[in-house]
C-alpha cells in the first residue's frame, strides 16, 4: 500500500475512533461529577490523529515521503503513541469515575501512556 492511501487510511480510522470514541465517553462522564480524562478523548484522537494524518497527506502529496527511508517505522510508531494516549486516557477517565485513580495521579499515567 502506498503512502498516500495508508495514511488516508489512518485520517479515516482517527475521525470514527475519535467520534465514537468521544461519544461514549461523553455518555460515561455525564453521571461522573467533576472533571475527568474521559471527556478529553475526543479532541486529542481527533487533533493527535485525524488532523495530523490530514496535515501529513499534504505533505505526503507535495514530497513523497514514502520514498524515505524512515517514513514506514516513524508512521506506525507515531501511530502506536496516539492509540496507547487514547487507551491510557480512557483508563484513568474509567478510574476517575469509580474514584480509583484520583486526578493529581491521573496525569502521570496518561502522560506515561504516549
Known sequence: MN???KTFYAAVFYAVFGIIGGGLA?????TATGDTQLRLIHGHVLVLGMIFM???????KVFELHKTK???????HYNAGVVLTGIGMWIVGAGQMSGAVRPS???LITAGAG
Open 3 to 5: 503512502g498516500m492511501k
Open 26 to 30: 461523553d455518555s460515561m462522564a455525564r
Open 54 to 60: 490530514l496535515v501529513l497527506l499534504a505533505l505526503e
Open 70 to 76: 524512515w517514513f514506514n517505522l516513524g508512521f506506525w
Open 105 to 107: 495521579v491521573a496525569g
